[in-house]
């Protein structure tokens, strides 16, 4: 079974200040990860994916997450953050291991994240 | 492309009736999955649908249902409505089973049972 954790349910930050939202998984076979952002009345947002290419993860909106296995994390990181920035931050993971066939997303609990002028 | 379109947005029912809820996924998309969204258990999955089969299902009573078009539009369908089925009801679609992990989500439909 699968399990993403991430800690802390808020983040605030001032704008420009690096954004760093942390998450960790269980997985026990090869995990695919994934960051969703989803803004107040809208569905999720793909923000950025793994799987199993490059460990060091380029997304949208400025966007980068790596890949660390030894530490069984995926942290979401933004170097400056603008006020736009500010919405729920989800992680998922998903098992790799069948291809595809019986794949779901399992999600951690999402982090808000407020920016601060 | 368009993308994953979800009707209605907004839905108020009484506990004890039932709800259909639409949903039409990204052109060419042939996989549609359901999740749930509350504040309280977060986002869980409930099923997803692939060649009008179901594929995969969570841990849901059976109360909730699905079903999936040959046009792979899909519908989700809760009877007997509980107070505790308010939610944000997410689909999300991607292109093939195989080899494809990420999903692509709609607006979601706002269910609130009073």
């Known amino acids: 079974a699968q399990s993403v954790t991430q800690l802390g349910s808020h983040v605030s930050v001032s704008e420009g200040a690096l954004v760093l939202l942390r998450c960790n998984y269980s997985?026990?076979?090869?995990?695919?990860l994934f960051w969703y952002v989803q803004y107040p009345n809208q569905g999720l947002q793909l923000l950025l994916k793994y799987t199993s290419a490059a460990t060091l993860v380029k997304g949208i909106n400025g966007f980068e997450a790596e890949f660390k296995k030894s530490e069984t994390s995926f942290h979401l990181t933004k170097p400056s953050a603008h006020m736009s920035d500010a919405a729920e931050y989800f992680c998922a993971v998903t098992d790799s291991g069948t291809s595809g066939a019986n794949s779901k997303l399992t999600f951690g609990k999402g982090i808000t994240l407020s920016v601060r002028p | 492309k368009a993308g994953v379109t979800q009707t209605p947005r907004y839905l108020i029912k009484t506990r004890g009736q039932q709800v259909t809820l639409s949903c039409s996924p990204i052109s060419g998309h042939r996989s549609v999955s359901w999740y749930q969204q509350t504040p309280g258990q977060g986002l869980q999955f409930l099923f997803e649908y692939f060649s009008e089969t179901q594929r995969n299902k969570g841990n849901f009573p059976g109360r909730f249902s699905g079903r999936q078009f040959s046009n792979s539009r899909s519908e989700m369908n809760v009877s007997t409505l509980e107070l505790g089925d308010s939610a944000l009801y997410l689909c999300?679609?991607?292109?093939?089973?195989?080899?494809?992990?990420?999903?692509?989500f709609g607006p979601g439909t706002r269910l609130t049972v009073t």
């Open positions: 999300a679609s991607r292109p093939r089973l195989a080899g494809v992990y990420e999903q692509y």
């Open positions: 997985s026990s076979v090869p995990p695919y």
